[in-house]
């Protein structure tokens, strides 16, 4: 362990996305041989994803196998495996023990995944010198792309979050599947939510919200304990974080104190949203908006935006009953009616 143990490195001063260079800590590197799985590998191989495509932006589509990135060796062998390790083992025993892991672990492993997406677009778009590089790449994005990256650096640095965690993650438990259905995914690019099912285990998380919907849904997140979510359920749940993500009217902020000399820790204080300002912190659910996101959330089930969004502001719902009780929905139901054949539940706003 020399005196650059902790030499931070910051790819986005430069854009330089390039596979010459670990995406974790900058260094140098000889070959390829030990580029990372954006989706680790046991989670391609236990849900058999190697060959089944995942959709970049401007319409890229890639083999999952082929969602690499460069890492060197220490970052791929050291730090990144023994998070793989704990996630996997955790994933395997089920839900009970998922939820049992710190936090942090479950943020780091999902911050992976997201950067190293972003990090394969990147570096396609610059590769390409594509114009729609522009679209992503305003400079209050690659800001926050920037804060994510320093966050990341939690894997390989101690770094105190000072009490306040960045970002919102619920956990809950679904209909577990031994076929296709049971892996599903989804992100959100400019919210920055991501939603994973892998099992029994859904997680929606927003990456950088300072917490916020944490603070204030985790009571609404309460009443699906001990109920089993069908897929549908869980696409639901994550089209209403998602969407709130996008309603949010302020852009966090944070303060990061890099680590000046040798185990010093990285410090991120994150501003309190509540006292910025007196502006509400969401602006107003609109559910016609909302109505789009869940069609686009559910569009492995074939429901139209016609069959979701009922004038003037209704829309369907697979969560809860009328009686405002949770759905409960068996796990092989794969035909779901819209509201124009007569199944009008309407849901309250998020
Ligand atoms: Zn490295």
Redesign the pocket.
């Known amino acids: 362990m020399g005196d650059s143990e902790y030499v931070f490195y910051n790819p986005f001063d430069s854009m330089s996305f390039t596979y010459d260079r ?6 140098a590197l000889e070959d390829s041989s030990t580029d990372e799985h954006v989706f680790p590998k046991w989670l391609l191989h236990k849900y058999n994803l190697w060959d089944k495509i995942i959709y970049l932006i401007n319409r890229t589509e890639l083999p999952y196998r082929l969602m690499k990135i460069p ?2 060796s ?3 062998n050291e730090y990144l495996s023994s998070l793989e390790n704990e996630i996997k083992n955790a994933v395997e025993q089920g839900y009970d023990e998922f939820i049992k892991l710190d936090e942090l672990k479950i943020f780091q492993w999902i911050a992976k995944i997201f950067y190293g997406i972003l990090f394969r677009e990147l570096s396609l778009l610059v590769e390409r010198k594509d114009p729609s590089l522009g679209q992503i790449t305003t400079p209050e994005m690659l800001e926050r792309y920037k804060t994510l990256y320093v966050f990341l650096q939690s894997v ?1 640095m101690p770094v105190d979050f000072n009490g306040t965690n960045p970002w919102s993650i619920f956990i809950v438990r679904c209909h577990s599947y031994d076929d296709d259905r049971a892996f599903d995914y989804r992100d959100g690019i400019t919210t920055q939510t991501f939603t994973i099912r892998v099992g029994e285990i859904g997680v929606i998380a927003c990456l950088e919200d300072s917490g916020v919907q944490k603070e204030i849904f985790s009571d609404y997140f309460k009443q699906f304990e001990g109920i089993r979510l069908h897929p549908i359920q869980f696409n639901e749940l994550s089209a209403k974080v998602t969407y709130k993500g996008y309603l949010k009217n302020r852009t966090p902020s944070y303060i990061c104190i890099l680590p000046s000399k040798n185990h010093e820790k990285l410090s991120v204080m994150t501003s309190p949203v509540q006292g910025l300002s007196n502006a509400p912190i969401f602006d107003d659910w609109d559910q016609r908006i909302y109505a789009k996101f869940l069609e686009h959330h559910w569009k492995n089930w074939g429901l139209s935006f016609d069959s979701i969004f009922v004038e003037p502001d209704l829309v369907v719902t697979f969560l809860k009953n009328d009686d405002g009780s949770v759905m409960a929905i068996d796990k092989n139901t794969n035909h779901f009616k819209g509201a124009s054949n007569d199944l009008k539940i309407i849901d309250e706003k998020y």
């Open positions: 670990c995406f974790l800590c900058g260094q890492c060197c220490t970052c791929n390989r």
